[in-house]
Nanobody, 125 residues
Framework: QVQLVESGGGLVQAGGSLRLSCAAS????????MGWFRQAPGKEREFVAC????????YYSDSVKGRFTISRDNAKNTVYLQMNSLKPEDTAVYYC??????????????????WGQGTQVTVSS
């Protein structure tokens, strides 16, 4: 059983940056591909980014490509999401998730086994 705790959310002006962290415990972190998802008010949860177990492969949604960067530190059992050039439409609760089944990584939330509680990101215009 893997526990995930996100941190780093907050209020930022458009054009600003935030770095989210997700600390894992209770399992072998490096055995899991990791992903970030987000859910805006009144909308369904959507995929943001994912990263392979080694960190060598990453994938992004079109809406964040070029602005967000996912990374991981297996020695610290932590995955990060660096968010630059933030826009008001990035406002959402951001969740990290762990996937132990996909061969490399997945953008499909049904493949993720463990989820954090979420951290709020609010971007003001």
């Amino acid at each position: 059983q893997v526990q995930l705790v996100e941190s780093g959310g907050g209020l930022v002006q458009a054009g600003g940056s935030l770095r989210l962290s997700c600390a894992a415990s209770g399992g072998t972190f490096s055995n899991h591909a990791m992903g970030w998802f987000r859910q805006a008010p009144g909308k369904e949860r959507e995929f943001v980014a994912c990263i392979s177990r080694s960190g060598g492969y990453t994938y992004y949604s079109d809406s964040v490509k070029g602005r967000f960067t996912i990374s991981r530190d297996n020695a610290k059992n932590t995955v990060y999401l660096q968010m630059n050039s933030l826009k008001p439409e990035d406002t959402a609760v951001y969740y990290c998730a762990a996937d132990r089944r996909s061969p490399v990584y997945s953008q499909n939330e049904v493949t993720y086994d463990y989820w954090g509680q979420g951290t709020q990101v609010t971007v003001s215009s």
